[in-house]
């Protein structure tokens, strides 16, 4: 007899929330997030140090004051844009296991794990809804997967879908979402603003030693170097997102936004931007936020909110935030292509292997 078709899931991943706008629940899910070794990247002692008598004392209040900001009445927006979009890629792969997880907070990876087991899968295609490659993001996720998946007896195949950040279908999505914004609101200048991560991590990325961060060109173009350094994907997706709207590229800048400590982060800095471009004459500028897929604290409150008061206190005309893909038709079907796409080059030729068994 054939063997039987494998069961095949998808496991949609995105960094994660708090459960509610709360100090307490903040404290959790940073806990939880920064003693990732993937996130703090120093020795074991000095992380729990620099957490536990640091950060935890004092950002989680901070920190649920800028949620509380942008909590909406379902919940995280974070949250319910990822559950809204989980919702469309099930409309369009119908009898396919669809499972939503958080790399930290609710619902969990082990739990979204757990749910495509249930359901009978033995092969997951795992998703991280994140862009471009870094450690601290796509690395750590793909880490705690195969953990997950190895404490299994029956250990899962798992496959994982790379970076789209130049990918035709994530940049037309991102076009289509962001023109109307840009139509309306008909800004003198657009900056793409992406997350940071520290200088070393990009250091660390780079398996020559001696290009990431060596010379001022060195994201112009991606090379064997810098395949995975986060800062020349991000530039990547700039340019290719410039060229999809017809934008003039002298009127787009590119900036990095979300330090956390002293150490050095990845450069220009979005909060030094802006003012720039005060002093340079722009009045109304449009902010793209690429790096995320889902309208976050990041975005709503740090760039719609904090980023929007300091430019204009700074003599600015007014900011406008470009909405996230969050699930916008254009997004679903770009990732439902990304999906298949992945599916089709995995095993072209054992039709078994894209069976969805009942």
Same mark, same amino acid.
């Given at each position: 007899?054939?063997?039987?078709?494998? %069961?095949?899931?998808?496991?949609?991943?995105?960094?994660?929330?708090?459960?509610?706008?709360?100090?307490?629940?903040?404290?959790?899910?940073l806990?939880?997030?920064?003693?990732? /070794?993937?996130?703090?990247?120093?020795?074991?002692?000095?992380?729990?140090?620099?957490?536990?008598?640091?950060?935890?004392?004092?950002?989680p209040?901070? =920190?649920?004051?800028?949620?509380?900001?942008?909590?909406?009445?379902?919940?995280?927006?974070?949250?319910?844009? =990822? %559950?809204?979009?989980?919702?469309?890629? +099930?409309?369009?792969?119908?009898?396919?296991?669809?499972?939503?997880?958080?790399?930290?907070?609710?619902p969990?990876?082990?739990?979204?794990?757990? @749910?495509?087991?249930? &359901?009978?899968?033995? +092969?997951?295609?795992?998703? /991280? #809804?994140?862009?471009?490659?870094?450690?601290?993001?796509?690395? =750590?996720?793909?880490e705690?997967?195969? %953990?997950?998946?190895?404490?299994?007896?029956?250990?899962?195949?798992?496959?994982?879908?790379p970076?789209?950040?130049?990918?035709?279908?994530?940049?037309?999505?991102?076009?289509?979402?962001? &023109?109307?914004?840009?139509?309306?609101?008909?800004?003198?200048?657009?900056?793409?603003?992406?997350?940071?991560?520290?200088? $070393?991590?990009?250091?660390?990325?780079?398996?020559?030693?001696?290009?990431?961060?060596?010379?001022?060109s060195?994201?112009?173009?991606?090379?064997?170097?810098?395949?995975?350094?986060? +800062?020349?994907?991000?530039?990547?997706?700039?340019?290719?997102?410039?060229?999809?709207?017809?934008?003039?590229?002298?009127?787009t800048?590119?900036?990095?936004? =979300?330090?956390?400590? +002293?150490?050095?982060?990845?450069q220009?800095?979005?909060?030094?931007?802006?003012?720039? #471009?005060?002093?340079?004459?722009?009045?109304?500028?449009?902010?793209?936020?690429?790096?995320?897929? &889902?309208?976050?604290? @990041?975005?709503?409150?740090e760039?719609?909110?904090?980023?929007?008061?300091?430019?204009?206190? &700074?003599?600015?005309?007014?900011?406008?935030?470009?909405?996230?893909?969050n699930?916008?038709?254009?997004?679903?079907d770009?990732?439902?292509?990304?999906?298949?796409?992945?599916?089709?080059?995995?095993?072209?030729?054992?039709? $078994?292997?894209?069976?969805?068994v009942?």
């Open positions: 007899m054939p063997a039987a078709a494998d %069961k095949l899931g998808i496991l949609l991943v995105n960094l994660g929330t708090p459960d509610a706008p709360d100090t307490a629940a903040v404290r959790r899910y806990a939880e997030f920064l003693s990732d /070794p993937r996130v703090i990247d120093i020795g074991p002692v000095g992380r729990w140090l620099l957490l536990h008598l640091i950060i935890l004392r004092f950002r209040a901070k =920190s649920a004051h800028a949620y509380q900001a942008i909590w909406s009445p379902e919940g995280s927006p974070l949250l319910v844009h =990822s %559950k809204a979009l989980a919702a469309g890629v +099930r409309e369009r792969l119908p009898g396919v296991p669809i499972a939503l997880a958080m790399r930290y907070g609710q969990s990876l082990a739990a979204g794990m757990t @749910e495509l087991e249930a &359901a009978g899968c033995t +092969r997951i295609l795992l998703a /991280p #809804l994140y862009p471009h490659y870094a450690a601290s993001t796509t690395g =750590s996720t793909i705690a997967a195969y %953990k997950l998946a190895a404490a299994r007896w029956n250990v899962p195949f798992i496959d994982v879908l970076p789209f950040y130049d990918h035709p279908a994530f940049i037309d999505a991102m076009a289509q979402v962001g &023109a109307p914004t840009l139509a309306e609101f008909a800004p003198d200048h657009v900056l793409y603003s992406f997350h940071g991560v520290p200088e $070393r991590h990009v250091h660390k990325s780079d398996p020559s030693g001696d290009h990431c961060l060596r010379s001022d060195c994201c112009a173009t991606i090379s064997a170097a810098n395949r995975s350094c986060y +800062r020349a994907q991000c530039f990547a997706t700039a340019r290719a997102l410039t060229a999809r709207l017809g934008l003039d590229a002298a009127q800048s590119v900036g990095f936004q =979300s330090r956390l400590g +002293r150490t050095v982060w990845i220009p800095y979005t909060d030094a931007i802006l003012p720039e #471009l005060v002093r340079r004459g722009v009045r109304r500028v449009a902010v793209f936020c690429p790096a995320f897929v &889902a309208d976050c604290l @990041e975005t709503l409150e760039i719609g909110i904090r980023a929007r008061e300091d430019f204009r206190a &700074a003599g600015g005309e007014e900011l406008r935030l470009v909405p996230c893909l699930a916008a038709p254009a997004w679903i770009a990732l439902v292509a990304l999906l298949r796409e992945r599916l089709d080059d995995d095993a072209p030729a054992d039709p $078994r292997r894209l069976a969805v009942s």
